[in-house]
């Protein structure tokens, strides 16, 4: 095994580039995974699949199940969902983090004074008054997202 170390498995570096790689693989103690060379413990794709088959087709309680996988309860319940569930999500922000509620205070007080101004047009004076720089789309979705909620609590 001295030989070995230095070298990358190829099917880790796969499951690292992928972002499938179980950060905690050796919480898995289900028997088929300590049992067979099959499964594999690395690979949380297989291992949240598994997981959820043995409750869904076996009958397993979800609390077991989730422990002999190495996840927690609410971890099994978003990998049953479905395939997104099972495929760890894109890292990142979900929504435009770049947009503050001052910004979009200040954009609709802006189209307010000027009822021919258009959403995108506001682009070049958000980055010259807020050093921020912005998509147009982004600035007309926030927009039509905030108006939303603000009709909705109405």
């Not at 949380?44 to 979800?62: F, I, L, N, S, T």
């Not at 049953?80 to 770049?98: D, I, N």
Request: glycine letters at 6%.
């Amino acid at each position: 095994m001295a030989g070995q170390q230095g070298r990358s498995d190829p099917k880790e570096a796969a499951l690292a580039a992928t972002r499938c790689l179980n950060p905690h693989p050796e919480q898995v103690t289900d028997p088929a995974f300590l049992a067979s060379e099959f499964f594999d413990a690395r690979d949380a794709v297989q291992v949240k699949y598994e997981m959820v088959r043995q409750v869904k087709a076996d009958g397993a309680p979800v609390t077991a199940a989730a422990a002999a996988f190495g996840y927690s309860r609410p971890a099994y319940y978003e990998a049953a969902s479905g395939l997104e569930g099972l495929v760890p999500a894109r890292p990142g922000p979900r929504g435009p983090h770049k947009l503050t509620g001052q910004i979009l205070t200040w954009a609709e007080q802006q189209l307010a004074a000027s009822p021919a101004l258009r959403p995108a047009q506001l682009v070049p004076l958000i980055q010259e008054s807020f050093g921020v720089r912005v998509h147009p789309r982004t600035v007309e979705k926030a927009l039509a997202r905030r108006r939303e909620r603000h009709s909705k609590s109405r």
